[in-house]
C-alpha cells in the first residue's frame, strides 16, 4: 500500500528566506506528483504537476523535483511572503484513472 | 477561470439526521471525485465516477454513504444517518480523465459538522 510522508509537519521561517518542503513515497509505480495548497478552513489549490517521466516543474518562485527511484519530492519556494503561510500537501498518482494519495501535510508560518 | 463548485459551503445537523453535498465540476472534466478531509490530515479518497460510472468506491462507508451522478455532470454526496465521527471536510474534485494521471482541480469544499 502506498503511503506519503510529510516532515516536518510545521516550519517557521523568517520572510525572504527560501523555504523547503519535502515528501517522500514508498512505491515509485506513480503516474504523476501534485503539490497542493490549503488556507485554513479551505479547499485545496494545485501549485504544481509534476508527470512520472519528468524530474522537476517551476512555475513562478515555486520549483518542484521528483526522484521517483529514491520516492521523494521536494518543493521549493524562493524569497517567501507572509502570503505563502499555508499548509501545504503532496499527493501522488497510484493509478491511470488518477485516484490521490495524500499526505499529512506540512503548515508553514512565514514571519515578517 | 472555470471553477468547482460546491454546496453549501457549511452544515451542522444532529446525530441521525440526513445530509446531502452537491458538487458541480468544471465543464468538460469526465472524473469527478469526493474526499473527505478531517482535521490535521491529508483528503482521503471515497468515491470516484468516470462521467455516470463509479470507478472507485472502495473506502465508501456504504451503510450509510451513497452518492450519484446520474448525467455525468454534477454529483451529490448522501449521509444517512449522519453520526458524530462524519464531522470532517467534504471535498469535491474533478480532472479531465484521460486516463493519463490528469491534474485535478478542488473545490471549496462542504464543512460538515454532527452534533
Known amino acids: 500500500k502506498q503511503e506519503v510522508t510529510q516532515i516536518p509537519a510545521a516550519l517557521s521561517v523568517p520572510e525572504g528566506e527560501n523555504l523547503v518542503l519535502n515528501c517522500s513515497f514508498t512505491?515509485?509505480?506513480?503516474?504523476?506528483l501534485q503539490w497542493f495548497r490549503q488556507d485554513p478552513g479551505k479547499g485545496l489549490t494545485s501549485l504544481l504537476l509534476?508527470?512520472?517521466?519528468?524530474r522537476e516543474q517551476t512555475s513562478g518562485r515555486l520549483n518542484a523535483s521528483l526522484d521517483k527511484s529514491s520516492g521523494r519530492s521536494t518543493l521549493y519556494i524562493a524569497a517567501s511572503q507572509p502570503g505563502d503561510s499555508a499548509t501545504y500537501l503532496c499527493?501522488?498518482?497510484?493509478?491511470?484513472?488518477?485516484?490521490?494519495?495524500f499526505g499529512a501535510g506540512t503548515q508553514v508560518v512565514v514571519t515578517p | 477561470e472555470a471553477e468547482v463548485a460546491q454546496s453549501p459551503r457549511y452544515k451542522i445537523t444532529e446525530k441521525s439526521q440526513a445530509v446531502a453535498f452537491w458538487c458541480d465540476p468544471i465543464?468538460?472534466?469526465?472524473?469527478l471525485y469526493w474526499y473527505r478531509q478531517i482535521l490535521g490530515q491529508g483528503p482521503e479518497l471515497l468515491v470516484q465516477f468516470q462521467d455516470e460510472s463509479v470507478v472507485d468506491d472502495s473506502q465508501l462507508p456504504k451503510d450509510r454513504f451513497s452518492a450519484e451522478r446520474l448525467k455525468g455532470v454534477d454529483s451529490t454526496l448522501k449521509i444517512q444517518p449522519a453520526e458524530l465521527g462524519d464531522s470532517a471536510m467534504y471535498l469535491c474534485?474533478?480532472?479531465?480523465?484521460?486516463?493519463?494521471?490528469?491534474?485535478?482541480?478542488f473545490g471549496p469544499g462542504t464543512r460538515l459538522t454532527v452534533l
Open positions: 499527493a501522488v498518482s497510484t493509478d491511470s484513472w488518477g485516484k490521490l494519495q
Open positions: 512505491d515509485s509505480a506513480i503516474y504523476n
Open positions: 465543464s468538460g472534466h469526465a472524473t
Open positions: 509534476i508527470q512520472s517521466s519528468q
Open positions: 474534485a474533478s480532472s479531465l480523465g484521460s486516463g493519463e494521471g490528469d491534474e485535478q482541480f
